[in-house]
C-alpha cells in the first residue's frame, strides 16, 4: 500500500474515532464566557451542559441559570457586576411531550405566577457564584424522552421589562430591574435538549471536514 493511502486509511481512522466519542458523549461545553445577563437551562448547576440523551418516560432535575448578571445602569449611571439576585421573571416553554412538574427556589421565595409564568421575588438574596452563575430555580420535569424542539425560556405574563426577560440587583437602591435574554440568543430558539442532536449534527460535519485536509 502506498505512502499516501497509509495516510488516507489513518485520517479515516481518526476521523471515525472522534465521530463516536462526540456521538456518545453529552455536550459539556460552558456557553457562558462570551454572554452578559443571559438565562439558561441545564442538566447541571455549573451550567455546563445544555443537552444530553435521556430514556423514555423518565423525570429530571434542570437548573435555571443566570449567566454573568451584568447592571449597566447601577445607581443610575455606573456599570458593574451583579452580585446578588433578589428577583427574577420569565416564562418557560417545554417542548410537546414534556411537563414542569414542579419548580423549587434556593431560598424561600413567592411566585405570584405560575409553574410555566415565573414572577419570583426571594426572601433573601441568592448570590452569584465567583464562575459568574447563580441558580435560580430547580425544575421538575416529566419528559418523554429525546426531542428535537427543546425548552424555549420567554418573558413572563406581564412583562416588567417588555420584550425582555428581568431579575432584580439587590445591591441597586435605585433602578434595580435588570433586563435578561436567552442563553441562545434569542427567544425562538431553544436554551435545553433532551438529545445530542447538535454534538451529533457538529462530529458528523467535522469528521467529513478532517478527511479533506
Not at 456557553?31 to 455549573?46: K, M, P
Not at 447592571?71 to 446578588?84: E, H
Not at 413567592?110 to 425544575?139: D, E, K
Request: charged residues 15%; negative net charge; proline residues 6%.
Amino acid at each position: 500500500m502506498s505512502a499516501t493511502r497509509h495516510q488516507s486509511a489513518r485520517r479515516c481512522a481518526a476521523a471515525l474515532s472522534l465521530l463516536v466519542a462526540a456521538v456518545l458523549l453529552p455536550n459539556a461545553t460552558p456557553v457562558r464566557a462570551a454572554q452578559t445577563n443571559a438565562l439558561g437551562i441545564f442538566y447541571d448547576s455549573e451550567a455546563t451542559i445544555d443537552e444530553i440523551s435521556i430514556g423514555a418516560n423518565s423525570q429530571h432535575v434542570l437548573y435555571l441559570v443566570l449567566l454573568n448578571p451584568v447592571n449597566d445602569a447601577f445607581a443610575g449611571s455606573s456599570t458593574r457586576d451583579v452580585r446578588q439576585v433578589s428577583g427574577f421573571e420569565c416564562g418557560i416553554d417545554p417542548p410537546t411531550g414534556d411537563f414542569l412538574l414542579g419548580v423549587d427556589f434556593p431560598l424561600p421565595a413567592v411566585n405570584v405566577g405560575s409553574t410555566g409564568n415565573l414572577i419570583v421575588g426571594f426572601a433573601g438574596a441568592v448570590p452569584v457564584g465567583t464562575a459568574g452563575t447563580a441558580v435560580l430555580a430547580t425544575l421538575r420535569v416529566l419528559s418523554f424522552g429525546d426531542n428535537r424542539d427543546g425548552y424555549l425560556l420567554g418573558t413572563a405574563s406581564p412583562p416588567s421589562i417588555p420584550g425582555m426577560m428581568a431579575y432584580v440587583d439587590a445591591e441597586d437602591t435605585d433602578d434595580d430591574l435588570v433586563g435578561m435574554m436567552p442563553a441562545s440568543g434569542a427567544f425562538e430558539r431553544p436554551v435545553f435538549w433532551f438529545g445530542n442532536w447538535h454534538v451529533r449534527e457538529n462530529a458528523q460535519w467535522g469528521a467529513v471536514k478532517s478527511l479533506y485536509r
